[in-house]
C-alpha cells in the first residue's frame, strides 16, 4: 500500500470516506449529518494544505487519507479517516507515521488535534498524550479531547520503506 499526495479531483471522495469512516463508531444519521461539513475535504485544501491517501490500488479509491496544516511549530492534524472496510489492519499507523515524518519535514516540533473521543486509544498506541478538552465543531454542546504527541528530531520513517531500504541493503552485501 502507497501513501502518495491527494489529487484535487479527489476532494469529494475523500469527503465521502471521512463521513462513512466517522460512522464505524455507530454514530446516528443526525450526528453524521451534523459533521458532514466539518469532515470535507475541499480541493482548496489539496492546494493549500498536506493531504496525503493510502492508496487502494488501480482503479480502486483511497482506504484512508489524513489533512495536516503544517503551518509553525505546534501542527495541526485536521483529519485522520481510515475507510470503514479498511480498519485494523494498520492503514491508520501508516498515515499517521507519514503525517508525522511530513510535520517533522516542515520543522514542526509538536502535532496537535482534536479527537473523536474514540479514537484516543489509537493516538494513545502512537504516543500521543491528552492535553485538554475543546468544543466540538460540529455538535453544539459536546467536547472533544485535545492531543498532542511531539514530534521527534529524527522523522519517523515509513515502516514498510524502512523494510525495503534494508532488503536492498542487504543484497548489496
Ligand atoms: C482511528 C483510526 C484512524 C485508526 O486506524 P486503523 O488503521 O484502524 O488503526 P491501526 O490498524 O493502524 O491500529 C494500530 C493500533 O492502534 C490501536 N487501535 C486502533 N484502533 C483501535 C480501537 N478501535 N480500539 C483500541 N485500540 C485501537 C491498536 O493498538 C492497534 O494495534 P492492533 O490492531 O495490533 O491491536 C481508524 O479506526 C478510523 O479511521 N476510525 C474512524 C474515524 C476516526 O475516528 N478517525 C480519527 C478522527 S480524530
Redesign the pocket.
Known sequence: MRIRPAWPEEAKTLSDLALA??G??GYDAAFLEGCREELAVTPADIASLVVEVADGGPGQPPV?FFVLDPAGSDAHLD????APG???????????AAAVRQAAARGANSLT????P??V??YA??GAVEIGRAPSGSIPGRTLPVMRVPIPRRPIDDPWKTVKQEGLEDGDH
Open positions: 469512516s466517522k464505524v463508531w484512508g483529519k485522520l479517516y481510515v479498511h480498519v485494523r489492519r494498520g492503514v491508520g499507523t501508516r498515515l499517521w488535534w482534536d479527537a473523536d474514540h479514537a486509544a489509537f498506541r502512537m
